[in-house]
């Protein structure tokens, strides 16, 4: 299993980016996809879910209705779209996918940071 996160960025309040992982490996288009988040000194967090197929998604109450997240399973990659960034959004952001024996797998994480 591999995840490659990119995108990330140094970006102003109120700014916008997307994220993209792309996976190789597994059957992407079985897994629930998510990404997390970890700030400085703080726990990695769940930002974002989605399934496959059906594209359901599951959002923490932090980032719903500003963040957004995707798939294209021709494409093998998720993508976190992240609007009106805050300075508490400022964190490392990885692409994670579980498998059915519930190992957890991560990518090399993408910085995000917000500030003037």
């Known amino acids: 299993v591999q995840l490659v996160e990119s995108g990330g960025g140094l970006v102003q309040p109120g700014g916008s980016l997307r994220l993209s992982c792309a996976a190789s490996g597994f059957t992407f288009s079985r897994y629930i996809m998510s990404w997390y988040r970890q700030a400085p000194g703080k726990e990695r967090e769940l930002v974002a879910s989605?399934?496959?197929?059906?594209?359901?998604?599951n959002y923490a109450d932090s980032v719903k209705g500003r963040f957004t997240i995707s798939r294209d399973n021709a494409k093998n990659t998720v993508y976190l779209q992240v609007n009106s960034l805050k300075p508490e959004d400022t964190a490392v952001y990885y692409c994670?996918?579980?498998?059915?024996?519930?190992?957890?797998?991560w990518g090399q994480g993408t910085q995000v940071t917000v500030s003037s």
């Open positions: 989605i399934i496959s197929p059906g594209g359901s998604t």
């Open positions: 994670n996918v579980r498998d059915p024996l519930n190992r957890n797998y």
